[in-house]
């Protein structure tokens, strides 16, 4: 027996035919920020196999806070790269892969595919989503986490098992999942949550049986601020936007938003599209142009909004640099065509 991993064979839930299962198994972790920095070092640790881990950023300052793989001398660098390096000191039985990419519809089924259990280790919700809705469509257990603040969620969605992310949540509610880079985050618990995420993927994997109970059917909630945690049942929706599809007919949209940049002209040509103005109230206050909707960039970030639905829509700011953050919440709300005003409201102003 590999003196490596015997502090968990000789549990009885693991044992050796455990281990051996995790050994043939493989992980792929979609995201290496703050979530996959505290499962990966246990996913490694307990012995999986392979494990692949795909993210585009690299390391800044404000991620030291939280993304315990890295230090000082990781700054700059690809987290994929510098997270595998760090992992494969941890245990250099276990192949690892990084890819410094993102995780797209492009690449998802391959990735997918090519492993026994994912782990959502990403920040945003248009990942989250696209990542739930692959792996309903390619049939894999998705050891689901998120952490806004103070607050955090995680479950295991199998949809051959259980719910799915969309039996949960139909659609992500704008500002739901705020981006790390724009709501605060407490570190340590970003770190109990991937954590828990590494405990059930090691489960999945060591006892396929349910011997032991995941999280499969059930969503934990821990709110850190007088550390109340819940675990309510999540029920498999028989109108479930995705799993209640057969799964050769689930689309997969693409993450990326699309956003096309339109002068005043074009604009005015538009039809059935819905006008909003992203700057903030007093920027709108004192001047907009006629008809446009007030929902300020802030408030789309923080939850406060609530987007009219619609399927086109024109946005603009100042001056345009507002309109992309803006925008993903405008695809989340269900626009499938989202405009920006080139040169933003001066240049319709000079148009006019
Ligand atoms: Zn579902």
């Avoid at 074009?266 to 920027?283: G, I, K, M, Q």
């Avoid at 993903?328 to 000079?350: D, M, N, P, T």
Wanted: charged fraction near 20%; glycine fraction near 10%; charge should be neutral.
């Amino acid at each position: 027996m590999n003196e490596r991993y015997a502090k968990q064979t000789i549990l009885p839930e693991i044992g050796p035919a455990g281990q051996a299962r995790l050994g043939a198994s493989s992980v792929l972790c979609v995201g290496a920020g703050g979530l996959g920095c505290a499962s990966l070092p246990y996913l490694v640790g307990a012995g999986v196999g392979r494990v692949t881990i795909i993210d585009a950023d690299v390391v800044d300052r404000t991620n030291l806070q939280r993304q315990v793989l890295f230090g000082e001398a990781s700054l700059g660098q690809p987290k994929a790269a510098a997270a595998a390096a760090r992992l494969t000191d941890l245990n250099p039985m276990v192949e690892i892969e990084a890819l410094e990419q993102r995780f797209n519809a492009g690449n998802a089924e391959a990735l997918i595919r090519g492993h026994d259990v994912i782990v959502d280790g990403s920040d945003n919700y248009a990942t989250k989503y696209l990542l739930a809705d692959a792996c309903v469509k390619f049939d894999r257990p998705l050891v689901y986490g998120s952490v806004t603040g103070m607050e955090a969620m995680a479950t295991v969605f199998h949809a051959r098992r259980g719910p799915c992310l969309r039996c949960l949540f139909p659609q992500a509610p704008t500002g739901w999942v705020p981006n790390c880079a724009e709501a605060g985050v407490l570190g340590p618990l970003v770190g109990m949550t991937g954590s828990l995420q590494a405990a059930e993927a090691v489960k999945l994997l060591a006892s396929p049986d349910g011997a032991m109970n995941t999280l499969i059917g059930r969503l934990w909630i821990m709110d850190i601020r007088d550390t109340r945690q819940q675990i309510i049942a999540v029920r498999k929706r028989p109108d479930c936007p995705v799993c209640s599809q057969a799964p050769s007919t689930i689309e997969l949209l693409a993450d990326d938003v699309e956003v096309r940049e339109i002068g005043p002209r074009e604009a005015h040509e538009l039809p059935d599209c819905r006008l909003f103005d992203v700057r903030e109230p007093d920027e709108y206050a004192a001047g907009h142009i006629p008809g446009a909707i007030s929902l300020p960039l802030s408030t789309l970030q923080d939850g406060q909004a609530r987007i009219p639905s619609g399927t086109r829509c024109l946005i603009y700011c100042e001056s345009g640099a507002r309109c992309r953050p803006a925008a993903v919440h405008f695809k989340a709300a269900g626009y499938r065509e989202i405009f920006s005003l080139r040169g933003g409201r001066k240049a319709w102003q000079a148009a006019a």
